[in-house]
């Protein structure tokens, strides 16, 4: 069984990391969790999350993803793709 949760975190408690961009998330942000074979959470920026969507539309796995997430959007990005904060 796996499933996948997305919350919206208004005022962080502290400071944490975007696991995309790997920029320091300041404030208003998306926690992650969920289980795919084992537990796990992350937490990203919003403006990160939608460009990973727009990534993931693009490319031929996007419902059967063979690679690790943060490698393919810091690719797109070297690629000239930009990301708006």
């Known amino acids: 069984m796996s499933f996948h ?3 919206k975190v208004k005022n962080p408690k502290k400071q944490h990391s975007c696991e995309l961009c790997c920029m320091k998330i300041t404030g208003e942000h998306l926690y992650h969790s969920g289980k795919q074979y084992d537990f ?6 919003e403006d ?3 460009k990973m969507l727009e ?9 059967d993803c ?8 810091e690719e797109k990005e070297a690629e000239g793709k930009e990301v708006k904060r």
């Not at 990534?55 to 419902?63: G, Q, T």
């Not at 063979?66 to 959007?73: A, K, L, V």
């Open 5 to 7: 949760n997305i919350r």
């Open 40 to 45: 796990y959470s992350f937490r990203t920026h």
């Open 48 to 50: 990160c999350f939608e």
């Open 55 to 63: 990534y993931c539309s693009e490319c031929d796995f996007n419902d």
């Open 66 to 73: 063979q690679s690790n997430i943060t490698e393919c959007f």
